[in-house]
């Protein structure tokens, strides 16, 4: 089978910097290649490659990546092991861990496990599992919020389980799914936002499109994976339920009454809050065969595509608008928004995809790194914090997997320099506070681990490494086997 980047190098020719530019393997392999005979100059001061010369240059380029984002994997896991074993996550700065609830439900071991596995690191996934195996109980009296524990912890034991086939992990998936039911014990269907693990007892009667509709994908594995199909019942049944009360222009708002059935907060848009709402339709319809699912996601990314879309000055955005007339009410683009080109590519529409990366790289490009909120009208920060997020990483694979396009390479290379730069401490990676100023704060959520570099090492990787023909990433980036 042709690799992934074979198919760029039918390029005939390509040019490459002559200079050097601050990274020696790229510097060594372009000083071996000078010497090659039958290069030509351009103009412009640039060497043309020849077809050959360029596909060497790249897949070396290609494995010492894959290489470096795994020595950052690494370096992450290995300041959680030493500063914060056997809790939820790393401090970086202050050298200490959070635990979500007052308890710990190992975040960090569970959500990183299929990136080691990922990644071949077999000795850090046998102590990540020996963390699991030994200390995760989730017979807790406490309040979780369903969304967050389904994505991180029921979707990263469901996919470790996969790739690892380790009992324990699906018996820990199955106690997790069982306490997690209740929160769809409502009027209407829908889950509540935080449920008792031990008790079942429920709270938080207004809800969001994204909490409510992102369960499917990980209760609907979990009745695969036992043969119980109430977990895919439940979960579909709360998405139809949201699907319904979309509004006579096809969209969802901001908030909804999970009792009553009654919207909230009419602003729609695709960023956080309603973002994997969409993404689960569009992935349930991929993961199961559903076409329940293909008809609630064409029907849904054609309203978004009508109303929410906006060809501005600055660039192709998506922003907000009133769920019922579609009328214009800001221009807001954050950095979770940044996964809709991977959503877009996935369901073949290369064109708006394309466009709107090339929006997300310029305002990761504003100051180094995105913020996580930006007025696209004016390119003025609205949020300038950037809590380690992947989003953008994610949809630079999606587009590199699915058009075999060198820039999204050069993309990825721009965002892991700006970590590695930026966002590196002696003992992990911290957060940003201020992507103006670069300053840190004291935080290395378990995602980092699960998506961030999960992305960022995919993106270069071997297309072996994971083929995209038999699973589908849930939003934490967990991947889960499609139905035979």
Same mark, same amino acid.
């Given at each position: 089978?042709?690799?992934?980047?074979?198919?760029?190098?039918?390029?005939?020719a =390509?040019?490459?910097?002559?200079h050097?530019?601050?990274?020696?393997?790229?510097?060594?392999?372009?000083?071996?290649?000078?010497?090659?005979?039958?290069?030509?100059?351009?103009?412009?001061?640039r060497?043309?490659?020849?077809?050959?010369?360029?596909?060497?240059?790249?897949a070396?380029?290609?494995?010492?990546?894959?290489?470096?984002?795994?020595?950052?994997?690494?370096?992450?896991? $290995?300041?959680?092991?030493?500063?914060?074993?056997?809790?939820?996550?790393?401090?970086?700065l202050?050298?200490?861990?959070?635990?979500?609830?007052?308890?710990?439900?190992?975040?960090?071991?569970?959500?990183?496990?299929?990136?080691?596995?990922?990644?071949?690191?077999?000795?850090?996934?046998?102590?990540?599992?020996?963390?699991?195996?030994?200390?995760?109980?989730f017979?807790?009296?406490?309040?979780?919020?369903?969304?967050?524990?389904?994505?991180?912890?029921?979707?990263?034991?469901?996919?470790?389980?996969? @790739?690892?086939?380790?009992?324990?992990?699906? !018996?820990?998936?199955?106690?997790?799914? $069982?306490?997690?039911l209740?929160?769809?014990?409502?009027p209407?269907?829908?889950?509540?936002?935080?449920v008792n =693990?031990?008790?079942?007892a429920v709270?938080?009667? #207004?809800?969001?499109p994204?909490?409510i509709?992102?369960?499917?994908?990980?209760?609907?594995?979990?009745?695969?994976?036992?043969?119980?199909?109430?977990?895919?019942?439940t979960?579909?049944?709360?998405?139809?339920a @949201?699907?319904?009360?979309?509004?006579?222009?096809?969209?969802?708002g901001?908030?909804? &009454?999970?009792?009553?059935?009654?919207?909230? &907060?009419?602003?729609?848009?695709?960023?956080?809050?309603?973002d994997?709402?969409?993404?689960?339709?569009?992935?349930?319809?991929?993961?199961?065969?559903?076409?329940d699912?293909?008809?609630?996601?064409?029907?849904?990314?054609?309203?978004? $595509?009508?109303y929410? !879309?906006?060809?501005?000055?600055?660039?192709?955005?998506?922003?907000?608008?009133?769920? &019922?007339?579609? !009328?214009?009410?800001?221009?807001?683009?954050? !950095? =979770?928004?940044?996964?809709?080109?991977?959503?877009?590519?996935?369901s073949?529409?290369?064109?708006?995809?394309?466009?709107?990366?090339?929006?997300?790289?310029?305002?990761w490009?504003?100051?180094? #790194?995105?913020?996580?909120? =930006?007025n696209?009208?004016?390119l003025?920060?609205?949020?300038?914090?950037?809590?380690?997020r992947?989003?953008?990483?994610?949809?630079?694979?999606?587009?590199?997997?699915l058009?075999?396009?060198?820039?999204?390479?050069?993309?990825?290379?721009?965002?892991?320099?700006?970590?590695?730069?930026?966002?590196r401490?002696?003992?992990?990676?911290?957060?940003?506070?201020? #992507?103006?100023?670069?300053?840190?704060?004291?935080?290395?959520?378990?995602?980092?681990?699960?998506?961030?570099?999960?992305?960022?090492?995919?993106?270069?990787?071997?297309?072996r490494?994971?083929?995209?023909?038999?699973?589908?990433?849930?939003?934490?980036?967990?991947?889960?086997?499609?139905?035979?």
């Open positions: 089978m042709r690799s992934l980047f074979a198919s760029a190098c039918l390029l005939v =390509l040019t490459i910097p002559v050097g530019n601050g990274n020696p393997a790229r510097e060594k392999a372009s000083s071996a290649e000078s010497s090659n005979a039958g290069q030509t100059e351009a103009p412009n001061g060497r043309l490659y020849s077809h050959f010369e360029f596909c060497r240059h790249a070396a380029e290609k494995t010492t990546m894959a290489s470096a984002v795994r020595r950052q994997f690494l370096h992450a896991w $290995n300041g959680y092991m030493r500063y914060a074993k056997g809790h939820d996550e790393l401090r970086p202050s050298k200490g861990y959070k635990d979500w609830y007052g308890v710990s439900l190992e975040m960090t071991p569970v959500d990183a496990l299929d990136t080691m596995v990922l990644m071949g690191l077999h000795q850090q996934a046998d102590a990540a599992r020996e963390l699991i195996d030994n200390h995760l109980s017979d807790r009296d406490i309040y979780v919020e369903n969304f967050e524990i389904n994505i991180r912890l029921l979707g990263g034991l469901e996919s470790s389980y996969e @790739l690892t086939g380790d009992k324990r992990l699906l !018996a820990l998936a199955r106690d997790l799914g $069982n306490r997690l209740p929160a769809f014990h409502s209407t269907g829908m889950p509540y936002r935080f =693990l031990e008790t079942g709270r938080g009667k #207004v809800s969001n994204a909490e509709g992102s369960e499917m994908l990980e209760f609907g594995t979990l009745s695969k994976l036992t043969g119980n199909p109430i977990y895919y019942d979960a579909k049944r709360a998405v139809v @949201l699907y319904s009360r979309r509004s006579s222009i096809g969209l969802v901001a908030g909804i &009454n999970v009792e009553t059935g009654q919207w909230t &907060n009419p602003e729609s848009f695709i960023g956080g809050g309603i994997s709402y969409y993404e689960y339709l569009l992935k349930a319809w991929l993961l199961f065969g559903d076409k699912f293909e008809r609630m996601w064409k029907t849904s990314v054609a309203a978004v $595509n009508k929410v !879309a906006d060809d501005a000055p600055t660039g192709f955005w998506y922003g907000q608008v009133n769920m &019922n007339t579609g !009328a214009r009410m800001g221009t807001r683009f954050g !950095a =979770l928004s940044a996964f809709w080109p991977g959503e877009l590519a996935l073949g529409d290369l064109t708006r995809a394309r466009r709107l990366e090339d929006s997300c790289y310029k305002m490009n504003l100051y180094g #790194v995105e913020p996580d909120g =930006l696209y009208s004016n003025q920060v609205t949020d300038p914090n950037y809590p380690l992947p989003e953008i990483i994610e949809s630079a694979f999606y587009l590199y997997r058009t075999n396009d060198p820039r999204y390479l050069r993309m990825g290379r721009t965002f892991y320099d700006s970590l590695v730069k930026y966002c401490t002696g003992d992990g990676f911290a957060s940003l506070e201020d #992507v103006r100023t670069k300053k840190k704060a004291d935080d290395m959520p378990s995602y980092f681990l699960a998506e961030t570099l999960k992305y960022s090492y995919l993106l270069f990787a071997p297309r490494t994971l083929d995209l023909n038999r699973v589908v990433f849930n939003t934490e980036a967990h991947p889960l086997r499609k139905m035979p």
